[in-house]
């Protein structure tokens, strides 16, 4: 039995919630996101609570249970409170810098790159970290793992894009023979 399925998902009183046969609709202010639950689960809503349910003791139906429950709870924080990703850049000459929706980054290529940033994410660029900001946690790690892909830091010198509190395996470089 689901252990995070059977917890009820408390929904903030800011965040209007409509349900439509299978999609959830949670909404605040100009943000809305849609949680699909094509009919693998059923959900309850009473009061701001939301309940979820599996449908039978199949595999499959009780693995939905969960997942379609911790979706729906980081919808609601992401709504509530939102989600915030820091990216450190490490290099002699890297650099960022954010023009509107488009994030360019100087990562010792011949090229500048630009990175065009989903509307919902916002980013901001404070000395070598980037801050990314947004309501939707997939799309947030969706898109630094992305930045981060662009230049993945190298044992050696650890030069390259990381998280934020992300270690480094460094390696020992070339010895001289004595």
């Known amino acids: 039995m689901s252990r995070i399925g059977k917890l009820p998902v408390i929904v903030a009183a800011d965040i209007n919630v409509s349900v439509n046969e299978n999609v959830i609709t949670f909404a605040k202010?100009?943000?809305?996101?849609?949680?699909?639950?094509?009919?693998?689960?059923?959900?309850?809503?009473?009061?701001k609570t939301l309940t979820f349910s599996n449908l039978?003791?199949?595999?499959?139906?009780?693995?939905?249970w969960g997942t379609y429950r911790a979706l729906a709870a980081n919808i609601v924080t992401g709504l509530s409170t939102g989600y915030t990703k820091a990216l450190e850049i490490n290099g002699v000459g890297y650099r960022a810098a954010v023009n509107g929706q488009v994030l360019n980054l100087q990562l010792g290529f011949s090229?500048?790159?630009?990175y065009e940033l989903p509307e919902s994410v916002e980013a901001s660029v404070e000395k070598n970290v980037i801050t990314l900001k947004?309501?939707?946690?997939?799309?947030l790690g969706q898109v630094a793992a992305e930045i981060r892909s662009f230049r993945p830091p190298e044992p050696y010198k650890g030069k390259g894009v990381k998280y934020v509190?992300?270690?480094?395996?460094?390696?020992?470089?070339k010895t001289s023979k004595k």
């Open 165 to 173: 509190g992300e270690v480094i395996a460094r390696k020992a470089g």
């Open 56 to 64: 039978s003791d199949a595999r499959t139906h009780r693995a939905f």
């Open 134 to 139: 947004s309501h939707d946690k997939q799309v």
């Open 29 to 47: 202010g100009k943000n809305s996101v849609d949680l699909d639950t094509k009919g693998n689960v059923g959900f309850k809503l009473e009061d």
């Open 111 to 114: 090229h500048d790159v630009n």
